[in-house]
């Protein structure tokens, strides 16, 4: 609890004011410290924007304009695209022809030779399969065709489970989970089917196979779907490739959806009598966007930096006080503050030399590239003329839309060309690497949000400053007491004066 202090008894002083006043004088060189720590919290606090904007300029540019995926999108135009689709995958080249579907591919089936559980009129295929008669661990192993047309290579699935815990439903869950095929109970002709979960012939030999008493006995299924299919049997069929001319050249894929020369081609309708023409061409607004996106973003940062490095500094507006923001409108701190606050980062050396880089990055000639292209301003891209644009760059789209249709990937060499030196690497490497070492060189000035301030420099400046500012506070808590301590000396003084004034009035006045 604060001590109570009443002064002026004596000398009719209001001496808590006077004190109050005094101590006003006394925190000023505080007050200052104050404002240089609130200054250099402001700084630290735009040195970090700064930073945020570079690194998402950064990965714009990892994910836009260096990227060779932007480069390869393709418009495909195709005469029926109710019988296939196609969509490019990787290919710089483009992909036309004509393309005739004689056959769709179909996967392997099978189905039980009878009803399952025939005996059990209330079979439940939820319920443990050891109430319907499946007694001792079953071991069951099943093997697909796989992707790549051929039956599955080894032991394929293997599942082993004890009937007093596990259904029918669960059992096909696991298998429909793992293994490379797909069953199913059908609860009104209590049949269970097998089907592979890929398509095609696995070519002289089966593409389902099984085994194991559950499969087989259990559930009635044959050890492969060729045994199945047989005329004899009727219970499945085997897998069937896709056939297809292409080109004027027959030939066959296991599935319906596969790639040619890079390009993605989805088998949807079989029509022999029926031949289907194709063709790609760069998709020039979509890799158009890209560059754009990538041109306004870079424009949007070098506006900001050159803000930053030239804007105002107001030395006459300081930050303010605690006290003084008490005697002003909320409107009239917002301006104050505004002007407190300009110029942070005014004439900062990592800003202007990294700005200065950019720049330099944009305009050297990219040496050793195989396109010919080894500028911007060949492709439509140049610095404006109006000297208040400081550098911001314009796109003619006329232009660039040319340079697009004409070679994608000689665009994407000027952006992304690799190199051991700088003047061998594309632009968009360049600018990347330029704003990695600036943002390392502004992070060790103002660190980021997790880090702590002895880390960067503003923080271990930040650090100090509030060990003076606490120091101080210790001092002007001894100074205030001092002046307690005067007054209250002065006040007993007074006091013994008035006491020996009345004592000598009272003896002359007896």
């Not at 008894?9 to 808590?16: E, F, P």
């Not at 714009?60 to 995926?69: N, S, T, W």
């Not at 609860?187 to 097998?194: A, G, L, W, Y």
């Not at 890929?198 to 030999?205: F, H, Y």
């Amino acid at each position: 609890m604060a001590d109570m202090r009443i002064g002026g008894l004596a000398s009719g002083m209001d001496t808590d004011q006077i004190i109050k006043d005094l101590m006003k004088a006394e925190r000023i060189p505080l007050d200052k410290l104050g404002q240089k720590k609130q200054y250099l919290e402001w700084q630290r606090d735009d040195y970090r924007d700064m930073n945020k904007m570079m690194f998402d300029f950064s990965n714009l540019i990892f994910d836009g304009v260096m990227k060779q995926g932007t480069y390869t999108q393709k418009t495909v135009s195709i005469s029926d695209p109710n019988a296939l689709s196609i969509k490019n995958i990787n290919s710089t080249s483009d992909f036309n022809g004509t393309l005739k579907v004689e056959r769709l591919a179909e996967a392997a089936t099978m189905f039980s030779a009878g009803s399952v559980f025939s005996g059990y009129a209330d079979f439940d295929p939820s319920k443990k399969l050891s109430e319907y008669g499946v007694t001792g661990s079953q071991s069951i192993t099943i093997k697909g065709i796989t992707k790549n047309g051929e039956l599955e290579s080894g032991d394929g699935f293997k599942l082993s489970f004890d009937p007093t815990k596990e259904s029918l439903n669960s059992v096909i869950a696991k298998i429909n989970a793992e293994s490379n095929v797909t069953m199913f109970y059908d609860s009104f002709t209590k049949k269970i089917s097998v089907t592979a979960k890929n398509s095609g012939d696995a070519a002289s030999t089966e593409e389902i196979n099984l085994s194991g008493s559950f499969l087989t006995s259990t559930l009635g299924l044959d050890t492969t779907n060729v045994i199945a299919a047989d005329p004899a049997n009727n219970r499945g069929s085997e897998g069937v490739n896709a056939q297809f001319t292409y080109n004027g050249l027959l030939t066959e894929r296991s599935s319906n959806t596969f790639q040619l020369n890079g390009f993605e081609v989805s088998l949807k309708e079989a029509d022999p009598t029926k031949t289907i023409t194709f063709s790609s061409k760069p998709d020039t607004d979509k890799i158009l966007e890209k560059i754009v996106k990538f041109v306004d973003e870079y424009n949007k940062l070098i506006e900001k930096v050159n803000g930053e490095v030239n804007e105002k500094k107001y030395r006459d507006f300081q930050p303010l006080t605690a006290e003084q923001k008490e005697s002003m409108e909320e409107k009239e701190i917002e301006l104050w503050e505004e002007k407190s606050r300009s110029g942070t980062l005014r004439n900062d050396s990592v800003l202007t030399s990294g700005l200065n880089k950019m720049r330099t990055d944009m305009y050297t000639p990219i040496s050793g590239g195989t396109s010919g292209l080894d500028q911007l301003a060949q492709i439509g891209i140049k610095t404006s003329s109006n000297y208040l644009d400081r550098g911001k760059l314009i796109i003619d789209e006329s232009k660039l839309k040319e340079a697009i249709s004409k070679d994608p990937n000689a665009i994407y060499e000027i952006f992304a060309k690799d190199g051991a030196t700088s003047n061998e690497q594309g632009i968009a490497r360049r600018l990347r690497d330029t704003l990695k070492t600036t943002m390392d060189s502004i992070e060790k000035k103002a660190g980021k949000a997790s880090s702590t301030n002895n880390t960067f420099t503003l923080g271990r400046l930040l650090n100090n400053m509030e060990s003076q500012m606490d120091r101080f506070e210790d001092r002007l808590t001894q100074v205030e007491d001092r002046y307690w301590r005067q007054f209250t000396a002065m006040e007993k003084a007074i006091q013994r004066s008035n006491q020996q004034s009345m004592y000598l009035m009272q003896q002359f006045g007896g």
